[in-house]
């Protein structure tokens, strides 16, 4: 074998070759930005949910009379 082909076989020889395939580890990520994208979409478009509660506001006023003619 010749030098520069040692140095090539050396070069090429990985590792981590136990890994999984960069198209998989693009793959992964893509799917995770997706979700994510999609669980900030739906929670922007959702409605707050209401409180159970009175708020201060409301327990403060005192209760109107009744018009004339109800």
Do not use: K
């Not at 893509?30 to 707050?48: D, H, K, P, S």
Request: glycine share 8%; hydrophobic share 45%.
């Amino acid at each position: 074998m010749m030098w520069g082909q040692e140095v090539r076989a050396v070069a090429t020889e990985s590792d981590a070759d136990g890994g999984p395939p960069r198209a998989v580890i693009i793959v992964a990520v893509a799917l995770a930005v997706t979700t994510i994208g999609v669980i900030l979409a739906i929670a922007a478009t959702r409605e707050a949910p209401r409180s159970r509660s009175p708020s201060r506001a409301s327990r403060r006023r005192r209760p109107t009379a009744p018009r004339a003619g109800r």
